[in-house]
């Protein structure tokens, strides 16, 4: 485990309720179980587990060569088991927050950032028809305009209702990947 993620767990307890809090972490390790499970069905193992800032760090050993097809199928299974949970929770009588963290959580990861699913399936795809480096420039180009554009809605939420600590959690954990 990472010292970060402490930093992390402390700056989201801040944010809100401690259930919410609680709840948000568990629906992340389902989300990260995601991934594991999809490496599993494709016959991947990981060299190491760690708990970071960021969520889960899942390490492969040196020189595992996986196919971009593969890539993005393992990318986008964390978001897919948070989505379908999301709708779980939404068909099934449960309060909505446990929907809308799933929700939250599948949506977010899958925007084009680079430290998100959606930014990693998005470089895995574009490896199949550019460079590496090619690829890499595009994923950062679209990390910092999501970046912007992240910063610029928390900016006008924060002016509308009044200060909240989440959306800049949001943003400065986009920044951080940047």
């Known amino acids: 485990?990472?010292?970060?993620?402490?930093?992390?767990?402390?700056?989201?307890?801040?944010?809100?309720?401690a259930w919410r809090f609680g709840m948000a972490l568990a629906f992340?390790?389902?989300?990260?179980?995601?991934?594991?499970?999809?490496?599993?069905?494709?016959?991947?193992r990981p060299s190491r587990v760690c708990?970071?800032?960021?969520?889960?760090?899942?390490?492969?050993?040196?020189?595992?060569q996986v196919s971009f097809p593969r890539e993005i199928a393992i990318a986008f299974a964390g978001p897919a088991v948070s989505l379908l949970?999301?709708?779980?929770?939404?068909?099934?009588?449960?309060p909505p927050e446990l929907c809308y963290?799933?929700?939250?959580?599948?949506?977010?990861?899958?925007?084009?950032?680079?430290?998100?699913?959606?930014?990693?399936?998005?470089?895995f795809f574009l490896c199949g028809y550019?460079?590496?480096?090619?690829?890499?420039?595009?994923?950062?180009?679209?990390?910092?305009?999501?970046?912007?554009l992240a910063a610029a809605g928390a900016a006008l939420l924060c002016l509308r209702q009044g200060f909240s600590l989440s959306p800049v959690i949001a943003v400065l954990y986009l920044a951080a990947g940047c």
């Open 85 to 94: 949970l999301a709708g779980m929770f939404y068909l099934a009588p449960f």
């Open 130 to 148: 550019v460079s590496e480096p090619a690829a890499n420039r595009v994923v950062m180009a679209t990390s910092l305009a999501c970046l912007f």
């Open 1 to 17: 485990m990472s010292p970060y993620f402490a930093g992390m767990a402390a700056l989201c307890l801040a944010a809100g309720p």
């Open 101 to 123: 963290i799933n929700l939250g959580f599948g949506l977010f990861n899958l925007l084009p950032v680079r430290q998100l699913d959606g930014g990693r399936a998005l470089y």
């Open 28 to 44: 992340a390790a389902l989300h990260e179980l995601g991934h594991l499970a999809a490496m599993a069905a494709l016959r991947l």
């Open 51 to 64: 708990l970071t800032a960021a969520g889960m760090r899942i390490e492969r050993p040196p020189g595992l």
